[in-house]
């Protein structure tokens, strides 16, 4: 097992911590995730590292980009709707 921190951007509020631990949980091999709203990090435990990249990918599809990574228009309006599917369905 092995726990990867990642650091995202647009990150608002519990409801985007939901979608992103709700998604990242769906990801085949891993086991928990994080989310910490107040240092933008999403904490992931995996069985191997080679999903990494799918779990960037996936945060990326979210509206959540690793910082460092492009922050478009488009992914700033994916995180609102992901942050409001989170407060739906918590």
Not at 5 to 32: F, P, R, W, Y
Not at 41 to 54: A, F, K, N, P
């Amino acid at each position: 097992m092995k726990t990867v921190q990642i650091e995202i951007q647009n990150l608002k509020c519990h409801g985007c911590a939901h979608t992103i631990e709700t998604q990242l949980s769906k990801i085949e091999g891993v086991s928990k995730v994080n989310v910490d709203n107040n240092t933008n990090q999403v904490s992931i435990d995996l069985m191997d590292t080679d999903q990494l990249s799918t779990i960037i990918e996936s945060l990326s599809k979210m509206g959540y980009p690793a910082v460092g990574e492009d922050n478009g228009l488009s992914l700033k309006a994916k995180s609102f709707v992901s942050c409001a599917v989170g407060r739906m369905t918590k």
